[in-house]
């Protein structure tokens, strides 16, 4: 029996909905499996500026410190959207990860077979299956890169952001990328505009040393616009994909609607030390907040995510993922992946109860 810390931080919208379901699948797994999860709630983006007028507050660095794991749902809002850059939500999503050192975001993007038809793709184009892993580099780039405002003499104000990638930076994201596609089918391709972008030309040439230690992975490189075409023409040719912050932001989101919806994406992040970040890659979704409508799926494949990274629980992981697969075979959706002739749409409560309940 292990004995496992998580801490919990629900955020806002749709976060605290999805995040409740997540943690029954939790209390689930640890009795039926035999083990331990100790949960502590924590405040992050939104809720946290409510109550403290920060949005990452001191106490949930260190809550976060203490634990084993950490489960996020989603942040931010309309609500916060007029606060200056650094007091915003998202400010705080950017802060626990760089304070954790979580510099590896892992993005799987899976379709199920339940949910082909689900995909907006031809089911030419997805009858094989899509499995592509997207590891987005998380604590660099333009997210964490100089930004600001200039007054110019006769154009108005300027602002800029900064896109910047150290050789370290790189070195240590694609030895990750390529580590993973070893586990996988060994092909890797580094998305960067090396055609326009000198941080994506040393993004190149960096990857490209560091693939004479992994000789058995196949490695090719694409430019950021064509890579957003080829997912959706071709999205088979994929296995692990590496990439910087931005395009790897944008590119996920792109991959997971293949699969259906970005309801279903999960990720885990990861760093040099061991603990985990463990997050859904929707966010908020404020259009749908308190309406019981949030498909679950996503954080909760995100606890099976955690289950296997951080815990090395393998069998939990895989009883999980696999309770989501015989809940989609049975016809159930939300809403997100329902198509007209669905005869079973359930809410986020339901979506999680039938889950739990195939776990048991
Ligand atoms: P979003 O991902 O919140 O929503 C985009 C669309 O997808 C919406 O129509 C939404 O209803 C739908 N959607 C998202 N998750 C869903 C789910 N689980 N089930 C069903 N439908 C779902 O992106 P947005 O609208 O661009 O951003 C809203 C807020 O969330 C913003 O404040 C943004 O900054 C924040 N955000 C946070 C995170 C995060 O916390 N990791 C990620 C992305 C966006
Ligand atoms: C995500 C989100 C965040 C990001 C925002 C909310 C800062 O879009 O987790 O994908 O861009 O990383
Ligand atoms: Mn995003």
């Excluded at 092909?187 to 000198?198: C, F, G, I, Y």
């Amino acid at each position: 029996m292990g004995k496992y810390n998580i801490a919990v931080l629900p955020g806002d919208g749709i976060g605290p909905e999805v995040i409740e379901q997540a943690i029954k699948v939790i209390e689930a797994v640890g009795e039926k499996y035999n083990h331990s999860f100790e949960l502590k709630e924590g405040l992050l983006g939104g809720c946290a500026i409510d109550s403290t007028g920060e949005p990452f507050p001191k106490e949930t660095l260190e809550l976060c410190k203490s634990s084993d794991a950490v489960l996020l749902g989603a942040v931010g809002g309309p609500k916060w959207d007029n606060l200056p850059g650094d007091k915003r939500p998202e400010a705080g999503l950017l802060g626990i990860r760089g304070a954790l050192g979580l510099y590896a975001n892992l993005r799987p993007a899976v379709i199920y077979q339940a949910l082909k038809g689900a995909s907006p793709l031809r089911s030419d184009i997805v009858k094989d299956g899509i499995d592509i892993m997207v590891v987005r580099e998380l604590t660099g780039g333009m997210y964490f890169g100089e930004r600001g405002r200039v007054q110019t003499e006769n154009m108005g104000q300027a602002a800029f952001d900064t896109e910047k990638y150290s050789e370290f930076e790189i070195e240590r994201i694609a030895r990750l990328a390529f580590e993973t596609a070893m586990k996988r089918n060994k092909k890797l391709m580094s998305v960067d505009k090396a055609n326009v972008l000198e941080s994506s030309r040393l993004w190149r040439e960096v990857v490209i040393r560091v693939s004479k230690d992994y000789p058995e992975v196949e490695l090719n490189h694409m430019y950021v616009d064509n890579a957003a075409m080829q997912l959706v023409r071709n999205p088979a040719q994929f296995d692990v994909i590496v990439t910087s912050n931005m395009f790897g932001d944008i590119l996920s989101d792109e991959a997971s609607m293949i699969t259906g919806s970005i309801g279903m994406l999960p990720s885990a992040s990861l760093g040099e030390g061991s603990l985990g970040l463990y997050e859904p890659i929707h966010g908020s979704a404020p259009d749908i907040a308190g309406q019981d409508k949030a498909n679950p799926i996503a954080t909760i494949l995100s606890v099976a995510m955690m289950m296997k990274y951080s815990f090395g629980l393998g069998e939990v992981s895989d009883a999980i993922e696999n309770a989501v697969i015989s809940v989609l075979d049975m016809g159930y959706r939300t809403a997100d992946i329902a198509s007209a002739d669905t005869a079973n749409v359930v809410g986020t409560k339901e979506m999680g109860r039938l889950i739990i309940s195939k776990l048991k």
